[in-house]
């Protein structure tokens, strides 16, 4: 089955801290990318960052880095020095080639301390 | 560049209406996707129209069904509504079809059905 699991439904971190939103997924394919959406209260969804599942390298954007593990399949987002522009849903997502659907998570509630 | 516009933003109807949802893609997008976002199942997949071909089809009965235009704006309709069909429908175009084409999302449209 085709699944992502992001295990922590809310998160909160200081302002200018460093936060990591983990996400786990489970698909037979070995090609397929990964995305981290984050969706603010005004519900639109953002792209923050794509990874390509055989690129070994991690993406980065600039405040905004994942960790890759594909053995593992594991695809965490590193937020650093937080904003308050970050407060938002934070759903991550898988797409294959062999189906274009994307796959979500339930997504991670990031509150962002002033 | 103006974005995924979606309208209306909000709607409500009652049981065993019907009801169609716009969506005009960023312009040069082909591809546009439907996902519908409810707090109890989250983001799960519609349908994705590229050159006004369906490619792909989520798993939702043939009361929700979909077209694209020649000017690549698609519209979505679901018939005899229930209420189970309340939810925030999104629409996200992209350049093309394909696993490594970012989605951009609109605001979505807020369906509530009475």
């Known amino acids: 089955a085709q699944t992502v699991t992001q295990s922590q439904p809310e998160m909160s971190v200081q302002e200018a801290e460093t936060v990591t939103l983990s996400c786990t997924y489970d698909t037979s394919e070995s090609d397929y990318y990964l995305f981290w959406y984050k969706q603010p209260p005004s519900r639109q969804m953002i792209l923050v960052i794509r990874q390509e599942a055989y690129k070994q390298q991690n993406a980065t954007e600039n405040r905004f880095s994942v960790n890759f593990q594909k053995a593992a399949k594991s695809f965490s987002l590193k937020i650093s020095d937080s904003q308050l522009g970050d407060a938002a849903m934070y759903f991550c997502?898988?797409?294959?080639?062999?189906?274009?659907?994307?796959?979500w998570g339930a997504g991670t509630k990031l509150i962002i301390k002033p | 560049k103006a974005g995924v516009t979606q309208t209306p933003r909000y709607l409500i109807k009652t049981r065993g209406q019907q009801v169609t949802l716009s969506c005009s893609p960023i312009?040069?997008?082909?591809?546009v996707s439907w996902y519908q976002q409810t707090p109890g199942q989250g983001l799960q997949f519609l349908f994705e129209?590229?050159?006004?071909?369906?490619?792909n089809k989520g798993n939702f009965p043939g009361r929700f069904s979909g077209r694209q235009f020649s000017n690549s704006r698609s519209e979505m309709n679901v018939s005899t509504l229930e209420l189970g069909d309340s939810a925030l429908y999104l629409c996200?175009?992209?350049?093309?079809?394909?696993?490594?084409?970012?989605?951009?999302f609109g605001d979505g449209t807020r369906l509530s059905i009475l």
């Open positions: 996200a175009s992209s350049l093309s079809t394909g696993t490594n084409q970012p989605q951009h």
């Open positions: 129209y590229f050159s006004e071909t369906q490619r």
């Open positions: 997502a898988y797409r294959v080639n062999s189906n274009y659907q994307l796959i």
């Open positions: 312009s040069g997008h082909r591809s």
